[in-house]
């Protein structure tokens, strides 16, 4: 199926405008929870930082004037009483914008110039174009006008506190048009043979093609998908930095990082069609595993943070991974998969386990991905059964893949300790009707009214039926009419918007979704498939969402939902869904 050329069209407010392969959005979030009257150029290289104010202006006046925002993945438009201004990327680290009837400002966002901050702004004679240069990103972002004027600018040259920018407008054929480049230090000066109209058709045409690669499934029953397919592609940024390979970032809003466990979503949702860039997202975090053997918690342009790690869902994730792949990895990517995922497990086994412990625990509610969950509030330094789930996955595929590479004493070894771990999963935390965490300090053991605990159902059919039943009857206690709550609504501890006590994610709904249909609870499992792909196609991708109204919460534009939605999705359409 081919992609409307036009694309889905969005609000900029809830999904930053970008392109695959670029650094920087144009978006009026420009921090945390933070919107801005008019759209930034908004870059992700050192941080998230709003470099450029993009101010659309009555041409006779000067003063502001109203517009409103239309998107869609290849042309952003502002439309006024008087005319209207387009903007398109014409490639990762340059956009185009032109001009009808209104003029332009683009100033500095920083009103302040320190020796260690802010944004300079002078004309640079050699390439006779006006040049920011930021502090936050490290880079320049160079405007060079193509038609039209700059009526005026502000600034130049200024120390301390100014306003710095230029002003563009048209001549007497009404129209103007300028490039932005983001770049380092120098390069030749801007050329272009393109026209303005040929590059928003190159950007359609490259944003359908990914469409169709990633979901050519797709049709009115998936009415998501191609929205989907825009915040996954729109937050792909290429290698830079500590960024060794093109990567799909959470978000190009604030959560701009790429997370040791949200990229297997991303990896699994683009292996039919993207099979390169899918094993690029899996392998992102490896590349910075340390001499432990921990995956980092997060990655980014420019730093790496070890401080927490993220949960072993990495064979669960890898099993599935190259069965989706369109060509099955060879014997060297086998090799290097089992080489990586055996250092991952071998940390759980050995930094991760107290002395004579067979379970490995967790040091805080970070390390689980559920950072506040109520499994965590007795205590931080806990065992819990997730854990000791997700460890059985990956050993598991270990002992899979050492079949494959001809490993037999390896088979046996990871299959020894897979059992050891269950059993012991089983006879230490199993009350009968449920599973309890304990403390590591004290050897209290609790159970919590959230989701967390009924995660071992990832182990699906190789739970104890007795076990799988209770667990699902424990699920279904979770669904609200939008899927399911991390957090009983009942308990005294759920809040609305408390992250992972109440809201609904993502990465949770797969998981289970998938135990569930493993274990036998296919009617169950394509319930909860069937309310998070609702509340998908009503609210939107965003982190998490409000358990009892479906109101999207915190980054609205966060990319492991979007691909969740595409894997929940497909598989809908696979088994014949309509």
């Known amino acids: 199926m081919t992609a409307a050329r036009s694309g889905p069209a969005f609000s900029v407010h809830d999904i930053p405008f970008s392109t695959y392969g670029s650094w920087f959005d144009i978006s009026p979030v420009v921090a945390e929870k933070t919107y801005a009257a008019d759209l930034h150029l908004v870059s992700h290289?050192?941080?998230?930082?709003?470099?450029?104010?993009?101010?659309?202006?009555?041409?006779?006046?000067?003063?502001?004037?109203e517009t409103r925002v239309e998107a869609t993945p290849g042309l952003l438009r502002w439309i006024g009483e008087r005319g209207h201004i387009d903007l398109a990327y014409e490639s990762p680290d340059t956009v185009r914008l032109r001009g009808s009837g209104l003029g332009l400002g683009v100033f500095a966002a920083a009103q302040t110039l320190t020796p260690f901050s802010g944004t300079y702004f002078f004309h640079d004679p050699a390439a006779d174009a006006h040049v920011f240069t930021s502090y936050e990103t490290g880079r320049r972002y160079r405007v060079t006008l193509l038609s039209g004027t700059v009526a005026d600018t502000a600034g130049t040259q200024a120390l301390g506190g100014a306003d710095r920018g230029l002003a563009v407008t048209a001549q007497a054929d009404g129209a103007w048009e300028i490039a932005i480049e983001e770049l380092d230090t120098a390069r030749t000066p801007y050329t272009s043979s393109a026209s303005f109209d040929d590059i928003v058709e190159s950007v359609r045409g490259s944003f359908a093609d990914f469409a169709d690669a990633v979901a050519p499934w797709r049709s009115s029953a998936t009415p998501a998908a191609e929205l989907a397919a825009y915040v996954v592609w729109s937050a792909t940024v290429r290698p830079a930095g500590l960024v060794a390979r093109p990567a799909v970032l959470m978000s190009k809003h604030w959560m701009d990082k790429v997370w040791s466990w949200d990229h297997c979503f991303n990896a699994l949702a683009l292996a039919p069609g993207c099979p390169e860039l899918a094993l690029d997202q899996f392998a992102v975090p490896f590349d910075h595993q340390d001499g432990s053997g921990a995956l980092p918690d997060s990655v980014t342009h420019s730093e790496v943070l070890h401080n927490f790690v993220k949960p072993p869902i990495h064979g669960w994730t890898f099993s599935r991974l190259r069965r989706r792949l369109p060509t099955p990895p060879g014997r060297a990517e086998l090799a290097e998969a089992y080489e990586r995922l055996e250092?991952?497990?071998?940390?759980?086994?050995?930094?991760?386990?107290?002395?004579?412990?067979?379970?490995?625990?967790?040091?805080?509610?970070?390390?689980?991905?559920?950072d506040n969950a109520t499994t965590f509030d007795p205590e931080r330094v806990v065992v819990t059964a997730d854990l000791a789930a997700f460890l059985v996955l990956q050993l598991r595929e270990l002992a899979d893949l050492a079949v494959e590479l001809g490993k037999p004493d390896e088979t046996l070894r990871w299959t020894a300790v897979a059992e050891e771990i269950q059993a012991a999963m089983l006879d230490q935390l199993w009350t009968g009707d449920r599973f309890v965490s304990r403390g590591v300090a004290t050897g209290d053991t609790w159970s919590s009214a959230g989701l967390l605990d009924l995660m071992p159902i990832v182990l699906g059919e190789q739970l104890p039926d007795e076990v799988g039943g209770a667990l699902a009857d424990r699920i279904k206690a979770h669904l609200t009419p939008y899927g399911l709550a991390t957090e009983l609504t009942s308990s005294p501890h759920y809040l609305p918007d408390g992250y992972w006590r109440g809201p609904i994610w993502a990465p949770a709904t797969v998981l289970v979704e998938d135990g569930l249909r493993r274990a036998g609870h296919h009617r169950l499992a394509d319930d909860i498939s069937a309310r998070f792909r609702a509340l998908c196609e009503t609210h939107g991708f965003a982190e998490n969402f409000d358990a009892l109204t479906g109101t999207g919460l915190r980054d609205r534009a966060y990319t492991w939902t979007a691909s969740s939605y595409l894997l929940l999705a497909e598989a809908h359409v696979h088994r014949g869904g309509h």
């Open 343 to 370: 250092r991952w497990t071998e940390f759980w086994l050995t930094a991760r386990r107290a002395p004579g412990a067979i379970l490995a625990h967790y040091q805080h509610g970070n390390d689980s991905g559920w």
């Open 45 to 65: 290289q050192n941080g998230m930082h709003g470099v450029l104010r993009l101010v659309p202006r009555d041409p006779a006046s000067g003063d502001r004037a």
